[in-house]
């Protein structure tokens, strides 16, 4: 089981025959070779409308007939450009053949496409995916029920964003990770922009020195292996 991450939150969980793309911001994503490999996931899951992270949905899910999995004034978005979507709000849980993903609340906005279209409220996402359990916060500040989060499960794996200006810096990050309790954290949201420069070296450091967790920035191309905790 393989967990790539592409920069902003695009990642990807891969296991048994299922691929689950998170906010396939590919086209015009700089981490991105262009035009963007095919990932041919089998369902698409997201945190909330912006264009960092709906990116490339319609079209992906078009092709490949995949559902769309997303809080419910957004499913209900890409259900009206014809797509097949299954809508959700927090606390509440989606099942699948690999697990389930859990909407949990997230501190930020949501709008989506060239009319910024009201799109509700931003997520995070809490997912079991076999026998692994992945808090993907999307886009989002340090907020204290994060506590709550590292409660219900052991976390193997936090993506936290750390770009700072639109969502957490590094120092919150921290911090968050100190809230969570992960056996490992992954930073996103950063290097992508001019005004979202961060070094990932220095949250790496502090996460590793500051907390219990380990912390591995990934590239685009890394491959982490889900049951070692490992790139490979
Ligand atoms: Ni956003
Ligand atoms: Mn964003």
Redesign the pocket.
């Known amino acids: 089981m393989l967990l790539h991450f592409m920069g ?2 695009c990642t990807l969980l891969e296991g048994h025959g299922h691929r689950v793309l998170i906010d396939p911001y590919l086209t015009g994503n700089p981490w991105v070779p262009q035009p963007p490999p095919d990932f041919e996931p089998t369902v698409i899951l997201l945190t909330h409308g ?1 264009d ?2 709906f990116g490339d949905t319609a079209e992906i899910a078009r092709k490949h007939g995949c559902p769309v999995v997303a809080m419910s004034e957004l499913a209900k978005y890409c259900t009206d450009l014809g797509l097949k979507a299954i809508g959700a709000n927090y606390g509440g849980s989606v099942e699948f053949p690999w697990g389930r993903v859990k909407f949990v609340p997230a501190w930020h906005s949501s709008t989506t496409g060239p009319n910024r279209v009201y799109t509700g409220n931003p997520a995070g996402l809490l997912i079991w995916f076999f026998d692994r359990v992945i808090y993907h916060a999307g ?1 989002t500040c340090i907020f204290g029920d994060m506590q709550l989060i590292g409660d219900e499960a052991q976390i193997d794996l936090a993506l936290l ?1 750390i770009g700072d200006r ?2 957490m810096g590094p120092r919150d990050a921290v911090r968050a990770a100190r809230l969570i309790r992960p056996r490992m954290v992954i930073p996103t ?1 950063y290097n992508t922009r001019p005004f979202l420069q961060q070094d990932p070296e220095w949250f790496r450091n502090a996460v590793e020195s500051e907390t219990s967790a380990r912390c591995i920035p990934m590239q685009y191309g890394d491959r982490l292996e889900l049951n070692s905790l490992k790139l490979i």
Request: glycine share 0%; no cysteine.
């Open positions: 902003q939150a912006h960092d992270h886009d964003p639109f969502t949201h």
